[in-house]
């Protein structure tokens, strides 16, 4: 049976690097397969640019709809609304206001459709989200769009995901690279389930240490093997070495040290991974060497 190796690239705050570590080691293997699982703001595609042959929509949940030519403004569903998601909005046409769903702070919990006496209200499915499949330069990605205000992004992940596993399947791809979202919610829990290992990018910084904690403390509660990588550690190396002393004490391997390097934004804005655009660099060296280390641990 064909054994996937899925690598979680995490990080507990944004902005320390993660993304631009996916990309690179996405560009250092043929065949690998790529998922963006940070739904909320993906940004992975505008480096790796895959050409998409499948998109599907995503349901992320429903919202309430009044059909106005049943409604009979009895106002029943505005005083059972918990969310207060119903109002009397002022209309000429309404003496004592019409009644009106506000989108954004309705919850879909179906109660307002279901104590209509006159069944005016519907439920319709949230459908402004989608995920899709293409092809990159090195082998299959998988990502995807939460509409901004729409919930269950963790669901969205899980999706994510699976095309992720399916993918590999049928291209015969050994690993799958994960771009997770920042953060500890319940997209990153998304991340961590069911992975190998996660690698958890930092900076030196106190807020960097602060979250990278956090984030560790979160995978420690799964099966995974765990990993750091601090970027810009040149930077600040009395926090570097800080962090590195913590890691140590928590047994918790530090897999590279990624020194400050201006041509990492040159290699975004030119829509190429920093091993792709300067393969010779300190930087590509040590992402280098990291990639050889993850290569050394699937096979062990």
């Given at each position: ?8 690239i995490?990080?507990g705050?944004?902005?320390t690097?993660?993304t631009s570590l996916?990309a690179?080691?996405?560009t250092l293997?043929?065949n690998?397969?790529?998922?963006d699982c940070?739904?909320?703001a993906a ?10 042959y ?5 349901i992320s949940?429903?919202?309430a709809v009044?059909n106005?030519?049943i409604c009979?403004?009895?106002g029943?569903?505005?005083?059972y ?7 009397r909005?002022?209309e ?7 009644i009106?769903?506000v ?5 879909g919990c179906?109660l307002?459709?279901r ?7 519907d439920m319709?499915?949230c ?16 990502h ?6 729409e919930?269950?992004?963790?669901k ?16 015969g ?10 953060g500890t919610?319940?997209?990153a829990?998304?991340?961590?389930t069911?992975a190998?290992?996660v ?6 910084t106190?807020?960097?240490l602060?979250d990278?904690?956090?984030i560790?403390?979160?995978a420690?509660r ?14 600040n ?7 590195r002393?913590w890691?140590e ?8 040290n ?5 041509r990492m934004?040159h290699a975004?804005?030119?829509c190429k ?6 393969p010779?660099?300190e930087?590509?060296t ?15």
């Amino acid at each position: 049976m064909q054994k996937i190796n899925e690598i979680s690239i995490l990080s507990g705050k944004g902005g320390t690097g993660k993304t631009s570590l996916a990309a690179a080691l996405a560009t250092l293997q043929k065949n690998t397969v790529v998922a963006d699982c940070d739904v909320d703001a993906a940004n992975l595609y505008l480096i790796l640019e895959p050409e998409d042959y499948r998109t599907e929509k995503y349901i992320s949940g429903h919202k309430a709809v009044i059909n106005y030519d049943i409604c009979i403004q009895c106002g029943l569903c505005k005083e059972y609304c918990r969310f207060n998601a119903i109002e009397r909005m002022t209309e000429p046409d309404y003496p004592k206001g019409k009644i009106t769903i506000v989108e954004t702070s309705c919850d879909g919990c179906w109660l307002c459709s279901r104590i209509c006496s006159v069944n005016a209200i519907d439920m319709a499915p949230c459908d402004k989200s989608y995920w899709s499949t293409g092809n990159y330069q090195y082998g299959k990605m998988i990502h995807a769009r939460l509409a901004p205000g729409e919930e269950n992004s963790g669901k969205l992940v899980n999706v994510v995901r699976e095309q992720a596993r399916i993918t590999a399947k049928e291209s015969g791809a050994q690993n799958i690279i994960i771009d997770g979202p920042p953060g500890t919610g319940c997209a990153a829990i998304a991340s961590i389930t069911g992975a190998d290992k996660v690698v958890v990018v930092t900076e030196p910084t106190g807020t960097g240490l602060h979250d990278m904690k956090r984030i560790l403390e979160l995978a420690g509660r799964f099966q995974v093997k765990k990993y750091v990588v601090i970027n810009k550690s040149d930077l600040n190396p009395d926090m570097t070495d800080c962090i590195r002393s913590w890691c140590e004490k928590e047994d918790i391997p530090v897999i590279g040290n990624l020194p400050f390097d201006p041509r990492m934004v040159h290699a975004m804005v030119a829509c190429k991974s920093i091993t792709e655009w300067a393969p010779g660099s300190e930087i590509s060296t040590v992402i280098k060497e990291i990639h050889r280390f993850l290569s050394r641990v699937q096979k062990t």
